[in-house]
């Protein structure tokens, strides 16, 4: 997330890496979804969970870009191998002067977590990743953009936010949504070492019951793109 | 069917000794004539009045009372009448009531009904008298259906306002699995996000360049796909 609340944690989780050799590579995810209706009944509970609950929840409106970093030549084979490597680039709209992100996600882990698990890298970046990435030989996968509210409880990260489409046509004002509702998503950054925050990410998603059922789902067996 | 029982019962049990009370002052009221005479004391008498008055004012709210089943809705029906003395009944009144009779209680176990009621009903025998027997079946048998309409429409009615109070009271959908899936598919896979197959010719977002012209290279690039007229009508900077 391309915010100025998370470049001097990207700061400190790069020195605090370079001084322990500890890069927390691994994220637990829980992702929901709540209707819009519904949306501000959701947000005054988190306000009510989270951190800062006298301030007005933060606003983020960030462009997202995907591209896909595959050998585009080579034949189809099955396989994890041949469906390459899915590289993000965010950057967010209302603050141009901020840096880009780069992010990586893996797949997620199998095994019995109370949250999706999987190996994530982000990394800012300056503006001109995209061109690099190209000169790499990736190509444009898809890009959206997400508009929602950030907040933060201890180590994890709340975003509620709503995806649009990016088109022919589209402006920043004119966005086309996807669906009717808003994406809810519960994060922490960790390491292989620490597993005991799932429980804690855990915990807050049963508080957001029976408004948002909060789960881990594997976005591969939702079917192909 | 239980609860309206209990409260039957509990008013019967409440009314009972409200009577028992007012059966107990006035008692003490009589005595109280018949003991002193014309030597007694009008005071006395008005303290009993009121006692009696008072006791009355509790029954009657009491028969009012939101919780009292409507009694006028029971039938109480006697289930033996007999004129000999029955022994239980002597003790239950404390020897007053020797037998459950006409003598005794004659407006509660009359038959006959009351003269305009009596009237009507001998008309309406007249009446039924004077029709066919053929039609009389026919008109039952039309009524018989009417009815039977309307109570399917009565009771269609209710089913569609319990289930509808019973959908309300439960919670109103907030969230939908459906949405969930396309948003993480989305979010994971690009699914439902335009899918270019041409690699853009511009570098699409990503230059030097202030917002708006990133934008319009957006356009540019996400149009490719459908309008390739408009992608190079629209962009300045192809080439």
Redesign the interface.
């Known amino acids: 997330m391309a915010l100025p609340m998370s470049v001097p944690h990207v700061g400190e989780t790069i020195e605090s890496a370079i001084k322990n050799q500890i890069v927390p590579d691994q994220e637990f995810l829980l ?5 819009d ?2 949306l501000g ?2 947000i005054d509970r988190l306000r009510g969970l989270c951190d800062n609950a006298d301030i007005p929840p933060e606003t983020f409106h960030d ?1 997202e ?2 591209y896909l970093l595959k050998d585009f030549n080579a034949p189809v084979t099955p396989g994890p191998a041949a469906q390459g490597v899915m590289l993000r ?1 965010r ?1 967010a ?1 209302d603050h ?1 002067e901020l840096p ?1 992100q780069l992010r990586y996600v893996g797949y997620p882990e199998l095994g019995n977590y109370p949250a999706l698990l999987r190996n994530c890298l982000d990394v800012p970046v300056s ?5 690099f990435l ?1 000169e790499l030989g990736a ?6 953009m997400a508009k929602g509210y950030i907040m933060k409880k201890g180590r994890i990260k709340v975003t509620v936010f709503k ?1 649009y ?8 004002d004119n966005l086309e949504p ?4 808003h ?1 809810v998503e519960l994060s922490v950054l960790t390491t292989k070492t620490d597993m005991s925050v799932a429980d804690d990410l855990r915990a807050l998603a049963d508080q957001l019951k ?4 909060l ?1 881990r ?1 594997d ?2 067996r ?4 | 069917m239980q609860r309206e029982e209990r409260a039957m019962d509990a008013a019967l049990d409440a009314i009972l000794q409200r009577v028992v009370d007012i059966k107990g002052s006035l008692q003490e009221l009589v005595v109280k004539v018949e003991r002193e005479g014309e030597q007694a004391d009008w005071p006395s008498y008005l303290n009993s009045f009121s006692v009696i008055s008072a006791q009355i004012y509790t029954l009657m709210k009491l028969l009012k009372n939101e919780k009292t089943p409507i009694l006028r809705n029971y039938l109480t029906l006697p289930l033996q009448l007999n004129a000999d003395p029955d022994e239980k009944l002597l003790v239950a009144t404390e020897g007053r009531v020797p037998s459950f009779s006409h003598d005794f209680v004659p407006n509660m176990l009359r038959t006959k009904p009351e003269p305009d009621v009596e009237q009507r009903h001998l008309a309406l025998e007249a009446k039924m008298a004077q029709v066919n027997a053929d039609t009389a079946q026919k008109q039952i048998n039309v009524h018989n259906k009417v009815v039977k309409h309307v109570m399917d429409l009565v009771n269609t009615a209710r089913e569609e306002w319990e289930t509808e109070t019973a959908s309300r009271t439960n ?7 459906n ?18 197959t041409q ?2 010719g511009p ?6 360049q202030p ?1 708006p012209q990133i ?1 319009t290279a ?2 540019a ?3 490719v796909k ?2 390739i007229k ?1 992608a190079t009508a629209i962009h300045p900077y192809s080439r």
């Not at chain 1, 996807?178 to 509702?181: D, G, K, N």
């Not at chain 2, 919670?171 to 699995?177: A, D, F, L, V, Y």
Request: include cysteine; charge should be positive; aromatic fraction near 4%.
């Open positions: 992702q929901g979804s709540v209707l209706t519904s009944v959701v462009h870009v995907v680039v950057r709209v141009p880009y503006s001109n990743v995209c061109e190209q190509k444009l996968d898809h890009e959206f995806m489409k990016v088109g022919a046509g589209m402006s920043k996807l669906t009717m509702s994406m029976p408004l948002v059922q789960e789902m976005y591969r939702l079917g192909p793109p | 919670q109103p959908q907030t969230c939908s699995i949405e969930t899936q396309a948003l993480i598919a989305a979010l994971g896979t690009g699914k439902g996000f335009k899918i270019r690699p853009p570098s699409p977002t990503m230059t030097q917002p934008n957006n356009k690039v996400s149009a459908t309008n408009a």
